[in-house]
């Protein structure tokens, strides 16, 4: 079970890679027509599958504002979360300020199909871009 885990998590994490590379995302690229989400699928608690991090997304509105928390396990400060469409996807963008986080940032993006978060988080202080994936907490 654990090794079919890793390969869906694998092949989740391929996929969002080959998105971004093949086709970056950029608010330029998303066509005026672009077909409006659902932001409200984001809301509950979703757990980084390599660790204890935590991010809650909760009071969603249609402009993308949005009550974002982060835990790692204790709370960090985000001075900055919203939600948007890039081509077909929803994006979560995050951008903490706290010690030891200062200029972090998350650029996930939700997978239905999955019913998980991709992406990318850029740790600003050690200068480097690790890949991540979130899946909801089920209580």
Do not use: C
């Amino acid at each position: 079970m654990n090794s079919l885990r890793q390969i869906f998590y694998f092949l989740l994490l391929f996929i969002a890679i080959s998105l971004t590379i093949l086709q970056p995302l950029s608010a330029e690229s998303v066509p005026a027509t672009a077909v409006k989400h659902d932001y409200t699928i984001l809301d509950g608690a979703w757990q980084r599958t390599d660790g204890g991090y935590l991010i809650t997304i909760s009071d969603i509105q249609t402009d993308g504002r949005a009550t974002v928390k982060y835990f790692n396990p204790n709370p960090i400060h985000i001075a900055q979360a919203a939600i948007s469409t890039q081509k077909t996807l929803i994006k979560l963008f995050i951008q903490f300020q706290d010690k030891g986080y200062e200029g972090s940032t998350y650029n996930l993006y939700y997978y239905a199909e999955k019913d998980a978060l991709v992406g990318f988080y850029y740790q600003a202080v050690m200068d480097k871009t690790f890949e991540v994936i979130f899946s909801r907490k089920t209580s």
